[in-house]
């Protein structure tokens, strides 16, 4: 019984296999991508951090722009920041409902995209990340016309990752991949704080 579910197991990999050699074979082009990494779940942005951890892996030059937080003491800010090969900045002034203040988060928004426009015509720079980006455009913040194109002009090879709830149909077109993270289950909901190391 057991050689035949083997036999059976084997002959099924071997067709995946095929098929996906296939489909990686026909992959022939070579170009930056631009991801979008939305939806109301945690660890959007663990993600992106996470790409930026794989790019330094192969020597690549990481450019990141954290909108909206204004914290300068999380664990991954205190560890990219001091990596060769990294430009960090934190560009916010807090969440919205801590400023309560729309010009002025508008006119912080603008600045901060003045230093993600910098790193977007960079060509030295290989990933760049926009780090809660969309609740910008949400907020008419920024001109949205202007960042798609400053996204869509950005040197070929270059990669860009943005983070954000409601991400906008736009962006999302122009997206090469797309993950929506969903909410199941959140520890805060139960009354547990932001933890280090996993939060923070």
């Known amino acids: 019984m057991s050689d035949n579910i083997n036999t059976r197991h084997n002959a099924r990999m071997a067709r995946k296999k095929a098929v996906i050699d296939a489909n990686i074979n026909r992959a022939t082009v070579e170009r930056g991508l631009l991801l979008v990494l ?26 990141v722009a954290q909108f909206i937080k204004s914290r300068t003491d999380t664990g991954e800010e205190a560890f990219f920041s001091r990596q060769p090969g990294v430009e960090w900045h934190v560009l916010g002034d807090g969440f919205t409902w801590d400023t309560q203040d729309r010009e002025r988060d508008i006119a912080t928004a603008r600045r901060g995209w003045q230093v993600a426009e910098r790193m977007l015509a960079d060509p030295a720079i290989d990933l760049v990340v926009l780090d809660e980006l969309t609740y910008l455009l949400k907020y008419g913040y920024l001109d949205q016309d202007a960042v798609l194109d400053a996204i869509a002009g950005r040197p070929p090879m270059q990669h860009v990752v943005v983070t954000g709830r409601g991400a906008p149909a736009e962006l999302i077109e122009l997206a090469d991949t797309v993950s929506e993270i969903a909410d199941e289950k959140h520890a805060y909901r139960a009354g547990v704080k932001a933890q280090k190391g996993v939060d923070l």
């Open 38 to 63: 939305t939806g109301n779940g945690k660890g959007k942005s663990s993600s992106a951090f996470g790409m930026v951890a794989r790019a330094l892996g192969h020597g690549m030059k990481v450019g």
